[in-house]
Every structure is written in C-alpha cells, then in structure tokens.
C-alpha cells in the first residue's frame, strides 16, 4: 500500500503534523510505503530530520491558497497512491483530486470540531461549519481522533466509514539528555515539578492553571509551575503572574525543542492538562495527553473527552465547573502520591500501535488496495 499524507502550515502551528510524521514513521515499519507533503519551513525539516529522515516528502513553499491547492493536486495527480490522508481539513487541503475514488481511497483525520472553536469570527465559524459537513460525504473515509467526534460524525451521517483512534506519542523520540537534566535538577532543586505543555490562551486553560497555582502557595511553596509553549494569551499570563506576586512559582521556558522536551517531562513530577465543559474540549484528543503519559506520573487533568476514555478510578481529576477543586487535585498530585502507580500502559498509545489499528481499518473496507 502507498500512502500519502497531506498536511499544511508549519508544525510550531499545526501541531497535527506531529502525528502525520509519526503515523507515516509507523506505516513504514509495517512493510508500506508512507510519504508526506509538508509546506518547506524550517521547523518542518527539523521535524522530518529528527523523527522521520527516511520518509519520503513533497516540498511545497509558503504561498498563496490557491497555489497550494494547485501544487498538491499535481503531486497527487503525477504520483500513484493507494491512500489520500488528510490530516486536517481546511481550504488548503481541498485539493481535488483526492475526490477521484476510482483511483484511490480518500481519508479525513478528524482531530477537533472547528465549529466550536471558542472565539471564531463569525465568517471563519460559518465556514467551518459548512466544511464539516460536506467532509462526510466527499472523503471515502474517516479517522476520528475523540469518541465525541466518532458519535457525532456518525450521528449527522451513519452512512460514513469511520474509525475511532486517538493521538499517541513516538516512542523513538523519547531521548534524556543527562547534561540538561542535571541542570534542571539544580535549578528546581528541593521543589515539586508541575508542567503544562502547550499553547497559551485562555480558553485551553492556562489562566485556571495560574489561579489554581495562586491557591496551592497559601499552604505550600515548595514547588514550581513549568510553563513550555506560547500562544496569543502569554503576555495575559505574565501579567496575572506579576500582579499576583506569583514569579518564584512560576518558570516559564517558552518553546522548547523536541529533542530537549522529554527531558523536561523527565524531571517533571506531575503534569497538568485542563479541560473544559465545553464541546471544543470533548471533541479534541490533545497530543500532550500521550506524551505525559509515557512518564507514567500524576496528569491532573478533568473528566472531559478522551481523558474521561482513557483513565478509569483517576485520583487527579478537578472538576472544570467547580475551579475550586483545582488546587486541592494538583496538591494531592505532587504531595500525596507516594504509593500511587498509573493503570495504563504507555506502550498502547504509540505511533506505532496506531499504526496496526488504521491499517487493519483501511484492510477490512478497501482490500483491493492492498
């Protein structure tokens, strides 16, 4: 089988290219042959060097929308695949092509529900929306990242031939590097370790996580808040944190590179990952979820989307509709967990497994390309 995943932007934004490279790494350990088309950006061939130097991949430059779709379309129309995958929809990815199912399978990846991303402009919103719904029926099948949206896809049409698989982590990046890790035992020194990786706005919780941080120093200070990432909101945060007295509880990294970010989680005691009640926050399967989960410590984290799938008898949720049992469930995480031992394997929830999960899919309902 020949595959081609289709992504665009640059992985520091579309972080859905982790898993196309990780996907397409797997793909090839089973015997197939995996490609990817990635817009020439920097960070993109960093990624490809690091993780996936033996994949094949389709440059494109930065350009125009339409000239995007132009370029994708000839890769598709001069190469001959088995599988279109797609990891993302949106304009960008509406190439044509892919919709000629006499020549090959078309897949959509499904990783959050665009039209209910908090904050949209209406136009933006109004155009998801629509995109969402002519997806069911263009593309011959689709992966669903969350239970919600497997439900929901198949609510709207249950004609569709869909697949619930989660996100999942590259078990072949995880790398320690000793050098860094001691430093980062000195400079946390005698302090409990909290890390939040990812982006910083709002509506993803990092404010909640600063408030609940507020709470915890009334009766504890022997700890420390490690913020990785950036977002629109970072400026907010650091203000919240100053106007709150908050700055020797709080070390912010800012972007780190994926060969130094499992060193980071290595010296990390617990991880937090908020979610809200929210539709936004049902339907996504946030990447970083896997990746603390190799580390096999506390995620305190709520039970809301595929985290309320995944753990079963957690001792670190909070309640997102009651913030006031934030801080208590982050205590109980870096102070109270002496004798507690995670329930999952973290081995089930690679790349690689996915890998056997979706190709047994796309066996059973397209043989014919294999």
């Not at 797997?26 to 042959?33: C, D, L, M, S, T």
């Not at 239970?147 to 989660?166: A, D, F, G, V």
Request: glycine letters at 4%; one cysteine or more; hydrophobic letters at 40%.
């Amino acid at each position: 089988m020949k595959i081609c995943l289709i992504t665009t932007g640059d992985i520091k934004t579309f972080g859905t290219i982790k898993g196309a490279t990780g996907l397409a790494v797997a793909i090839n350990k089973k015997g197939h042959e995996a490609s990817l088309v990635l817009m020439d950006t920097e960070n993109n061939r960093s990624r490809v060097k690091l993780e996936c130097p033996n994949v094949k991949v389709f440059w494109f430059d930065s350009t125009s929308v339409l000239s995007e779709i132009n370029k994708k379309n000839k890769i598709i129309r001069d190469h001959q695949f088995d599988v279109i995958y797609v990891v993302s929809f949106g304009i960008r990815n509406f190439t044509y092509k892919m919709f000629n199912k006499k020549r090959f399978v078309s897949i959509l990846e499904h990783s959050e529900l665009p039209s209910s991303i908090v904050n949209s402009k209406k136009i933006r919103w109004v155009t998801n929306l629509i995109l969402e719904k002519l997806s069911l029926f263009m593309f011959s099948g689709h992966v669903c990242n969350s239970k919600y949206l497997y439900n929901e896809l198949n609510r709207i049409n249950k004609k569709i031939i869909s697949l619930y698989s989660t996100y999942a982590y590259s078990s072949d990046l995880i790398n320690i590097n000793n050098e860094l890790s001691n430093n980062l035992s000195k400079m946390f020194k005698d302090k409990k370790v909290l890390c939040y990786m990812g982006t910083l706005v709002e509506n993803y919780g990092i404010l909640d996580i600063i408030r609940a941080i507020k709470e915890l120093k009334k009766t504890h200070s022997n700890f420390i808040l490690l913020v990785i990432g950036g977002g629109k909101d970072k400026a907010k945060m650091l203000q919240v944190i100053d106007r709150e007295n908050l700055q020797k509880y709080v070390h912010v990294a800012n972007y780190i590179s994926e060969e130094d970010l499992y060193t980071y989680f290595h010296n990390s005691n617990a991880f937090v990952m908020p979610l809200r009640n929210t539709v936004q926050d049902w339907a996504r399967s946030p990447s970083k979820l896997f990746m603390y989960m190799h580390f096999n410590k506390p995620i305190i984290t709520s039970k809301i989307g595929e985290s309320a799938e995944i753990f079963s008898n957690y001792d670190f949720y909070y309640n997102p509709d009651d913030l006031g049992t934030f801080a208590p469930a982050i205590k109980k995480a870096l102070f109270s967990n002496d004798n507690w031992r995670p329930e999952w394997n973290p081995m089930s929830h690679t790349w690689d497994e996915r890998a056997v999960g979706r190709i047994e899919w796309l066996e059973k309902n397209w043989p014919q390309i294999f």
